[in-house]
């Protein structure tokens, strides 16, 4: 379509980048240094996750006049890898007692068949875990929630091997037997926590990544009260201040379920400027998230994904009328 020349339009058009952190991936791996950067690198980006088609420039040779930024950050439940692994050892296996059923009681096996026994000479069963971060996490959250901070976990859980205690290490043990007769493993709080530090400490989640009730909620609060927002315009600072000062006026919101949104979900419940801030034609923009606090952004490093960072710049595009 061909453009008409010297007739120009204005339209409420915002512009939008991202920073993504993919699945099982962390925030170090979209962005290893303290700074995160919007509107300088599109290239291989979604829809989703901009609408520019060039870094820091706007199509062709439009002007945009910014009347409002915001940073969006998504509430998503992160997802962990399950190639980073933690080890326990020599954890016993246990059933109800029949006599009591209140009481727990280690599960026996005759030596020579694996199969459960209450014979006198049968041995106790113990269990060696291999368990990915992902596993780890969850099964650490459902501890956390338990009245008693423990988790059962079923014999037949990939990751679970199950031998006989002591001299009797060599003994075969039946584990779907087991299963049947009732077997079980409980891990306490203290015991997935050891699992979790044995991850090296770059790899480990985030605190409020692991934590279950409104963890997301302070992850977002984390991220917003330690950092700084700039937006730049031709290398000129136009705006600078910490995060929590361009609420997103935008995001889920329901009053029976939890969700955490950086500001209410309102599109005038944002920063506007007082005078808008002019981006002229072929004239270089961006904006930048810094993390001053080298601690802080070690542990903000650690955040898995998915996740999404917006930054909106709300305004009126003015372009040719095609």
Known sequence: MSVVRGVKEKVHLPIYDSLTVDPESQLKDAEPTGTLKFFVDVQNKTKLETNLQSAGLLPHYNTFEARALRVVISDLPPQFPSDSTGTLDGVGVTMQDPNNPNNEIPVK???????????????????????????????????????????????????????????????????????????TITLTVGDLQDMLDEIPADEQPIDEQVSGGDGTGTLVNKLIYNTVTTLYVGEKTMIQM???????????????????????????????????????????????????????????????????????LDGYMTRDVQ
Do not use: C
């Open 242 to 312: 910490p995060t929590w000062f361009f609420p997103s006026g935008a995001g889920a919101y329901s009053e029976s379920a939890t969700f955490a949104s950086h500001g209410e979900p309102n599109p005038l419940a944002t920063f506007r400027f007082a005078e808008p801030i002019f981006i002229d034609k072929q004239q270089n923009f961006r904006v930048e998230i810094d993390v001053p606090d080298k601690d802080v952004l070690d542990e903000l490093q650690r955040i898995y994904g998915p996740m999404f960072i917006w930054v909106v």
């Open 109 to 183: 096996v005759d030596a020579a068949t694996g199969q459960p026994s209450a014979a006198g000479g049968a041995v106790a069963v113990t269990a060696s875990i291999e368990f990915g971060l992902d596993s780890i996490v969850g099964f650490l959250q459902d501890a956390q929630d338990s009245n008693d901070g423990t988790t059962e976990i079923s014999v037949l859980e990939d990751g679970v091997d199950l031998g006989a205690a002591g001299l009797n290490a060599g003994v075969t043990v039946d584990a779907e037997a087991v299963d049947k007769a009732g077997g």
